[in-house]
């Protein structure tokens, strides 16, 4: 009996111990039940989650800026391309129309031969010029030197007039000097009265005489200063002579320094329309040669993200060469509830784990948000009733932080679908 008993009591303590574990074990469920459901509350409350998302970015489309055959394409899918000096594609064209160059360096030709003909016309001008010039010079130097004879001559008579002007004066007094005397004597009886006539006749004579050389005289010094007004005259250059051909050199030297004039003009009109349509034509063909091979560069720094023409190819202008990712411009578009909306309005931040890459946490905010995805076209005056249990969803715009890592070899995320959670106030 007392066996049986001590047999009993381990039971009782062994069930006693068995309940004690089963209530632990149960009180720690309900503790981690409720703290699992104060944490799906709190994560419920304070945060929203996307039903579906995927990463985008700007395309930019290279196409060929001429027409022509693609010869080297430094690019493959993947490769991300800086925007350097290098060009990433070369297109010949050997096809390239020069026709309005041509017509220029036809039209040059011509005003070059025209041009030469005016430039020979110039000289022949110049020429003329120097000579009439050459003449003028000539008629001057004559001219001074024969006024200069002429004064001289003209003072030698005006010199010879005075003598004989002194002479007569001389002749006169004599006479004067004669008749005084013969006169007296005459009075006197000494002498006949004929000779003091004579006398008088002599002295009225050589009076007379006086006169006509003192016109002479006169006459002479008018003579002399007319000639100094010529010579004046002609050391000025004032003097009218005509020469042999009845043509003064002066006003054929002013003729051909006006129509030289106008000649200059007319050459130096033609080399600036020559140099002007010379311009033209090196422009030309610059023009040409640039379009004969034109080099593509590419617009921005990016990924490869597709290649439409391959080597070999004949391009038209505009045609599309590849397309460039600019990973400097990402987006993820997210899909929410549209019930959710008033939870996450633009400025709320967001985080965002991609499901192609394990552990890439992106962080992003809330741009803007569209609605009536599918069920919308806006413009329309056309109501489409909504149908029945139909998703009401509305998509979100997160704008990635422009810090964020690219992630070199996989196009910087973009195309990649992911989960994002949005941070809100409860």
Same mark, same amino acid.
């Given at each position: 009996?007392?066996?049986?008993?001590?047999?009993?009591?381990?039971?009782?303590?062994?069930?006693? *111990?068995?309940?004690?574990?089963?209530?632990?074990?149960?009180?720690?469920?309900?503790?981690?039940? &409720?703290?699992?459901?104060v944490l799906f509350l709190y994560r419920h409350l304070t945060t929203v989650r996307s039903r579906d998302a995927?990463?985008?970015?700007?395309?930019?489309?290279?196409?060929?800026?001429?027409?022509?055959?693609?010869?080297?394409?430094?690019?493959?899918?993947?490769?991300?391309? !800086?925007?350097?000096?290098?060009?990433?594609?070369?297109? !010949?064209?050997?096809y390239v129309s020069q026709g309005n160059a041509r017509e220029v360096e036809k039209w040059l030709e011509r005003?070059?031969?025209?041009?030469?003909?005016?430039?020979?016309?110039?000289?022949?001008?110049?020429?003329?010029?120097?000579?009439?010039?050459?003449?003028?010079?000539?008629?001057?130097?004559?001219? #001074?030197?024969? +006024?200069?004879?002429?004064?001289?001559?003209?003072?030698?008579? &005006?010199?010879?007039?005075?003598?004989?002007?002194?002479?007569?004066?001389?002749?006169?007094?004599?006479?004067?000097?004669?008749? /005084?005397?013969?006169?007296?004597?005459?009075? /006197?009886?000494?002498?006949?009265?004929? /000779?003091?006539?004579?006398? &008088?006749?002599?002295?009225?004579?050589?009076?007379?005489?006086?006169?006509?050389?003192?016109?002479?005289?006169?006459?002479?010094?008018?003579?002399? %200063?007319?000639?100094?007004?010529?010579?004046?005259?002609? %050391?000025? $250059?004032?003097?009218?002579?005509?020469?042999?051909?009845?043509?003064?050199?002066?006003?054929? *030297?002013? %003729?051909?320094?006006?129509?030289?004039?106008?000649?200059?003009?007319?050459?130096?009109?033609?080399?600036? !329309?020559?140099?002007?349509?010379?311009?033209?034509?090196?422009?030309?063909?610059?023009?040409?040669?640039?379009?004969?091979?034109?080099?593509?560069?590419?617009?921005?720094?990016?990924? #490869?993200?597709?290649?439409?023409?391959?080597?070999?190819?004949?391009?038209?202008?505009?045609?599309?060469?590849?397309?460039?990712?600019?990973?400097? *411009?990402?987006?993820?578009?997210?899909?929410?509830?549209?019930?959710?909306?008033?939870?996450?309005?633009? $400025?709320? *931040?967001?985080?965002? !784990?991609?499901?192609?890459?394990?552990?890439?946490?992106?962080?992003?905010?809330?741009?803007?948000?569209?609605?009536?995805?599918?069920? &919308?076209?806006?413009?329309?005056?056309?109501?489409?009733?909504?149908? %029945?249990?139909? @998703?009401?969803?509305s998509q979100v715009r997160v704008e990635l932080d422009s810090d964020q890592d690219w992630g070199d070899g996989?196009?910087?995320?973009?195309?990649?679908?992911?989960?994002? +959670?949005?941070?809100?106030? @409860?």
């Amino acid at each position: 009996m007392t066996q049986i008993k001590n047999q009993v009591v381990p039971a009782q303590q062994l069930k006693l *111990r068995r309940s004690l574990l089963a209530n632990l074990l149960v009180f720690a469920a309900g503790c981690g039940i &409720l703290a699992f459901a104060v944490l799906f509350l709190y994560r419920h409350l304070t945060t929203v989650r996307s039903r579906d998302a995927v990463i985008n970015g700007v395309i930019v489309n290279v196409r060929a800026p001429e027409e022509g055959t693609l010869e080297k394409l430094q690019a493959q899918v993947g490769d991300f391309i !800086e925007p350097t000096d290098a060009p990433l594609a070369l297109i !010949e064209n050997d096809y390239v129309s020069q026709g309005n160059a041509r017509e220029v360096e036809k039209w040059l030709e011509r005003r070059r031969g025209e041009l030469k003909a005016a430039q020979v016309k110039l000289a022949q001008l110049q020429r003329l010029l120097a000579s009439a010039q050459r003449d003028e010079r000539n008629q001057h130097r004559l001219e #001074v030197e024969q +006024t200069n004879r002429q004064v001289a001559a003209a003072q030698a008579e &005006l010199a010879a007039a005075k003598a004989k002007l002194a002479d007569a004066k001389a002749r006169y007094q004599l006479a004067q000097m004669n008749y /005084q005397r013969f006169s007296q004597l005459a009075r /006197q009886g000494a002498v006949p009265q004929a /000779q003091a006539d004579a006398a &008088l006749t002599e002295l009225q004579q050589s009076q007379a005489q006086v006169a006509a050389r003192q016109r002479e005289v006169e006459a002479a010094a008018h003579t002399v %200063e007319a000639l100094k007004a010529d010579a004046r005259a002609a %050391e000025l $250059g004032l003097t009218l002579r005509n020469t042999r051909s009845n043509y003064d050199p002066r006003l054929r *030297r002013q %003729e051909l320094q006006t129509q030289i004039s106008e000649q200059q003009a007319i050459v130096q009109g033609m080399q600036q !329309e020559m140099a002007a349509q010379q311009r033209q034509v090196a422009q030309a063909q610059r023009e040409v040669a640039q379009r004969k091979v034109v080099k593509v560069t590419a617009p921005i720094a990016g990924y #490869v993200w597709r290649v439409d023409a391959r080597p070999g190819m004949f391009l038209g202008k505009g045609d599309q060469i590849l397309q460039l990712l600019d990973c400097r *411009r990402r987006w993820i578009d997210v899909f929410v509830d549209e019930q959710l909306l008033r939870l996450i309005p633009p $400025g709320t *931040r967001a985080k965002i !784990e991609l499901y192609g890459a394990k552990g890439k946490v992106l962080q992003g905010t809330v741009t803007n948000i569209r609605s009536g995805l599918g069920r &919308l076209n806006p413009g329309d005056d056309q109501v489409i009733p909504i149908p %029945e249990n139909y @998703p009401r969803q509305s998509q979100v715009r997160v704008e990635l932080d422009s810090d964020q890592d690219w992630g070199d070899g996989n196009f910087c995320y973009v195309g990649y679908t992911a989960r994002v +959670t949005f941070q809100i106030n @409860p």
